[in-house]
């Protein structure tokens, strides 16, 4: 039926941007978006809503940069018209300040009004963002509302945690594009995938941005026989570089170092938002990292349960009870090309087993550390730490001290002076049977 307000999307007319994107223009801002996704969790204030995940041409925070007026449509199965609610809340997932010609990681909030009769608002299938109320939209994204799933694995004998409460928590990781067209990692990702898996990983989700063929393949396997474990989405850069094979994309990101890190954000939080309600904690790595528990514990489970109770680094939590994540210092494995191996028993290609010379030092807090996020309170994600959060009785993440666990980074670090006397770590030869 036609409607009076803002007819139904033509799908003609809808502006696809750089293939996995669509477009609005309001005036000198440009939005690209790239999902949709439903939020209605308990402790988020002002839920429930819809966030838009885009690349915005507008760098400041909320109040002090002039972000237009723009719509919601909210489209319902078996409803002619739309919900119509203002946008709100623009909240740019970088905080390091902005240059020109870029376009910022921002997650954009469309609050669903409460419906006479109703315990709770419904989830809408489809969204638009448009300029002024009753347009016809050129936008329509799927709004994502995945469901808590039941897992495909046993779980694992139920124990208490440090909140009281008895639970199996489950466990995801998130990986940032997949940028390696010329480099073959297939051993080191294998590896790296069924260490993971013994940690008590439920799912990895990889973004593919052009890799090698072998590594193609290998992620090809687990999903085709594990899809419950690996999943592999596509991607492209927001600005509009072209998805091009073999070789543009690549040199587009070699080429902007600083728009590629921005763009890292929208896989993040798409991973983020499509897996919240069906794990307890997201983790955002590389395929050269891993949270290492350490002494008698031996899985991620394991450590969030001691994380709880053990204290912050360098601060005092004894008056928390509940953290938005729970983060873990850097440590550097080099290489040692020079050196001799460690265990000569193994093949080179079991390369984590293999380098077990770290450097002697642990980074601080803040410098290249990873955590484990809480889907209860985290709104906003960067590749280190949450950005956003829901800051509703929760405390800010919780540094985990060194003797309880570290995240093993299989790199040299930035400053070469710390490959200076390095320590034997040999922690990870406690999985060695298995992996």
Not at 66 to 79: A, E, G, I, N, S
Not at 126 to 148: F, G, T, W, Y
Not at 331 to 337: N, Q, T
Not at 342 to 354: A, H, K, N
């Amino acid at each position: 039926k036609p409607s009076e307000c803002a007819p139904a999307p033509d799908f003609m007319n809808i502006e696809f941007h750089n293939e996995y994107w669509q477009v609005l223009q309001n005036d000198n801002t440009t939005f690209y978006f790239f999902g949709a996704y439903y939020d209605d969790r308990a402790g988020i204030p002002k839920t429930p809503l819809v966030r838009l995940l885009s690349m915005v041409n507008v760098y400041g925070p909320e109040g002090k940069v002039p972000y237009p007026t723009t719509y919601c449509q909210l489209w319902y199965r078996d409803r002619v018209d739309p919900v119509i609610v203002k946008a709100t809340d623009h909240k740019i997932v970088w905080v390091w300040g902005g240059a020109a010609r870029r376009y910022f990681p921002t997650l954009i909030s469309c609050p669903l009004p409460k419906e006479p009769g109703k315990p709770k608002a419904e989830a809408p299938e489809m969204i638009s963002l448009v300029v002024d109320r009753c347009d016809r939209a050129k936008n329509l994204l799927r709004v994502v509302h995945e469901q808590p799933e039941r897992p495909e694995r046993p779980e694992q004998p139920q124990a208490a945690t440090g909140t009281g409460n008895a639970t199996a928590r489950r466990f995801m990781v998130c990986v940032k594009a997949m940028d390696f067209p010329y480099a073959d990692m297939s051993w080191r990702l294998i590896e790296w995938l069924e260490l993971l898996r013994l940690l008590g990983v439920d799912k990895v989700v990889f973004y593919d941005a052009q890799m090698h063929a072998n590594m193609t393949r290998v992620l090809n396997d687990y999903r085709d026989h594990e899809p419950h474990f690996v999943e592999v989405r596509p991607m492209s850069l927001g600005r509009g570089e072209p998805h091009s094979p073999p070789h543009f994309h690549h040199y587009a990101m070699g080429a902007d170092g600083f728009n590629r890190i921005l763009n890292e954000m929208i896989p993040y939080n798409d991973c983020f938002y499509r897996n919240m309600y069906k794990y307890d904690y997201v983790g955002v790595f590389d395929i050269d990292e891993v949270i290492m528990p350490l002494g008698n514990v031996t899985s991620w489970r394991g450590l969030i349960e001691l994380a709880h109770r053990v204290p912050d680094y360098e601060r005092d939590s004894k008056n928390c009870r509940n953290w938005a994540s729970f983060c873990f210092r850097n440590a550097y494995f080099p290489r040692y090309a020079d050196r001799p191996k460690v265990y000569r028993q193994l093949p080179s290609y079991y390369y984590m087993l293999q380098h077990v010379e770290r450097t002697a030092e642990h980074c601080d807090r803040y410098s290249a550390t990873k955590c484990l996020h809480s889907t209860k309170y985290v709104v906003g994600l960067h590749n280190h730490f949450p950005l956003f959060r829901a800051e509703s009785g929760e405390c800010a993440p919780k540094s985990v001290p060194i003797e309880f666990a570290q995240l093993q980074h299989y790199r040299e670090p930035d400053n070469k002076t710390r490959l200076i006397n390095p320590v034997l770590d040999d922690n990870i030869w406690r999985f060695q049977p298995q992996l």
